[in-house]
């Protein structure tokens, strides 16, 4: 029986780690860690940065951890250094590959036969990339951008020097590829989940988020889960799981964050980088805990559910503009196909890399779909058809605003925010396309959510404000016209202030997270669509009454939360099916007008 009923926890051993460890030494810190997070196996690195642990020393170690009933697994990591005088000119980034030099391809098979041959499964670390523009590497590059030079370059070396390799020396090793956390990136460094996921065994995802405001990633918090959920269906049934670190995590809980997230996208390992640096580390002693609740919580649950993002493969622009989204309760689903057969779909300016977009985009909204589009999309999308199915225009101008106003009345009061924010003023004839929500600046007001009818379908146009990491500042009634467009897919809604997401699993099962950096401002709302008898806390078994219900047109049950912040916390919707003055079935949206917009 492993640690968790969901996932196992996993921890990394780096080569640095374990070259000079005794057994009495690994015993002491194996206890700490069962102690604190549990261990059901270990990656187990031979070799990293030119060190290559002696075989002795290796045999120790496998024999060690599999005798204290720890599974056990290998892993590379394929940087090094320079082979030759003549490679010091490469300017490769901590000792990455050049992959267009025989004697580095020749030195990578020898540390994959090393591996295959101690080990069954081995996973490659994320130096799995290169960015080298040697003299080499330019020759061979010829007249293909370096996006295509090095996504082919990377599937060649993954194909014929890593795959084959292992399976020659050992037919039984199972080979698995780490996708870092920075997708945005892939393709300029050679990563390409869409070829490479089908390549190797098994796939893996980095879901290091840290300090996001100091970090040099840009890697919003909610990309812990998210690149979990888009990797899941790169390869269904075939992402190990999700893999973090304790560096720049200040303050500490930053550190339990990414646990949680990580955890909140049902992996099935939870991997924790790495074995030297985690040992006597403060950061590890809360994670037992938090991850023995969320393991209970999601036995009550089924599979995740949201809006489906489309990010096709290879794709660019408005980088993580989904996860500051999903930071102020929007629930998404990232995925790499376009989700013909969903209800909703949120495209972002990425979407454009698929040269079919706007013909998919028309026959989804003439089916009687939902899209939601970013003002990065339409711009882009302005002159390849967007102009048959919005009256949406952009002349290039912006307009800056704390001031908003929510539509509905003739009159409506202002709200403010406290960070003047930066948009694109999103033109648009009156009465065919009509603005939901709206910033103010002097005299005139200017659109952030606008709706248009096509066919039997209906687009949303979201204005974005140029600094993303302010969308949590949004007032809470701006906030609540947009996350209400996206709430088809799912069977509630957030009201309230941001830095709260909201996670859907099957069985009528809601998670809530509010961030440990976030500022509450105001009562955080759940709006459930149909009329709901309680919410029952999966915690404590305490059932919620609501605080309003309304029974009549879109029907919609409201509870009031109360949430602390770095705080997982889990619901499930109580319904009484033969509640007697119930107009419409549960869940069921028949327009964003469920959550007054």
């Known amino acids: 029986m492993g640690c968790y009923q969901n996932f196992k926890s996993v921890i990394y051993c780096t080569a640095q780690n374990m070259v000079g460890e005794t057994e009495e030494a690994l015993r002491e810190q194996l206890a700490f860690f069962r102690k604190y997070c549990g261990v059901d196996k270990v990656y187990l690195e031979p070799y990293r940065d030119g060190l290559m642990i002696p075989e002795e020393q290796l045999t120790m170690l496998i024999r060690f951890f599999k005798s204290s009933g720890i599974e056990v697994s290998g892993a590379l990591t394929t940087t090094c250094e320079d082979l030759s005088e003549a490679d010091s000119y490469k300017q490769r980034m901590g000792g990455t590959y050049c992959y267009s030099n025989a004697a580095m391809r020749d030195y990578l098979v020898k540390t994959v036969a090393y591996t295959a041959r101690h080990f069954d499964e081995f996973i490659i670390d994320d130096w799995f990339f290169t960015t080298c523009t040697c003299d080499e590497c330019r020759a061979a590059k010829g007249e293909k951008s370096w996006e295509q030079f090095r996504t082919d370059l990377l599937c060649e070396v993954s194909r014929d020097l890593i795959l084959k390799t292992a399976k020659e020396v050992n037919p039984n090793c199972k080979v698995i590829v780490k996708f870092p956390n920075w ?51 790169y ?155 919005s009256s949406v225009r952009y002349r290039g101008r912006r307009f800056r605003t704390r001031e908003f106003i929510e539509d509905g009345m003739m009159a409506p009061n202002s709200v403010y925010s406290r960070h003047e924010m930066s948009f694109p003023i999103l033109e648009h004839r009156t009465n065919v396309t009509w603005a939901l929500a709206k910033g103010v600046a002097g005299e005139e007001n200017y659109p952030l959510l606008l709706r248009d009818s096509y066919g039997r379908g209906t ?84 059932r919620m009454l609501p605080a309003s219900v309304n029974k009549f047109g879109d029907a919609a049950t409201t509870f009031n939360l109360m949430l602390q912040q770095g705080d997982v916390s889990f619901f499930r919707i109580e319904w009484n099916e033969h509640r007697e003055g119930t107009p419409m079935k549960r869940g069921v949206a028949s327009a964003p007008h469920d959550f007054g917009v």
């Open 183 to 233: 997708s945005e990136s892939y393709q300029e460094a050679g990563y390409d989940p869409a070829r490479q996921s089908k390549l190797f065994d098994l796939i893996y995802t980095g879901t290091e988020t840290r300090d996001t405001a100091h970090n040099d990633q840009h890697l919003p918090k909610y990309c812990s889960w998210s690149l979990m959920r888009l990797m899941e269906h």
């Open 235 to 389: 390869a269904p049934g075939r992402n190990g799981g999700g893999w973090f670190d304790p560096y720049g995590c200040s303050p500490m809980e930053l550190y339990s964050e990414q646990a949680i997230l990580t955890a909140l996208a049902r992996p099935r390992e939870i991997c924790q980088f790495c074995w030297g640096s985690l040992y006597k580390n403060r950061v590890v002693t809360p994670i037992g805990l938090q991850l023995e609740f969320i393991d209970r919580m999601l036995s009550e649950a089924g599979d995740c559910r949201g809006v489906p993002c489309y990010l096709p493969p290879n794709a660019q622009g408005e980088d993580h503009l989904e996860d500051f989204l999903g930071m102020q309760g929007v629930p998404l689903e990232p995925v790499p196909e376009f989700p013909e057969k969903s209800k909703s779909v949120f495209l972002t300016v990425q979407a454009l890399r698929d040269p079919d977009i706007m013909e998919k985009l028309k026959a989804f909204l003439v089916r009687g779909g939902r899209a939601v589009v970013s003002s990065g999309f339409a711009i882009g999308a302005m002159g390849k058809g967007f102009e048959e199915i």
């Open 459 to 542: 687009l949303y146009t979201l204005a974005v404000p140029d600094e993303y990491g302010y969308l949590y500042d949004l007032p809470a009634e701006v906030l609540r016209v947009i996350r209400s467009v996206f709430a088809l897919d799912v069977p509630a809604c957030l009201e309230g202030p941001g830095m709260v997401s909201l996670f859907a699993y099957e069985k009528d099962v809601l998670a809530l997270y509010p961030y440990v950096t976030g500022i509450t401002r105001g009562r955080t709302r759940l709006v459930v669509k149909g009329v709901a008898d309680a919410l029952v806390d999966l915690r404590t078994g305490m």
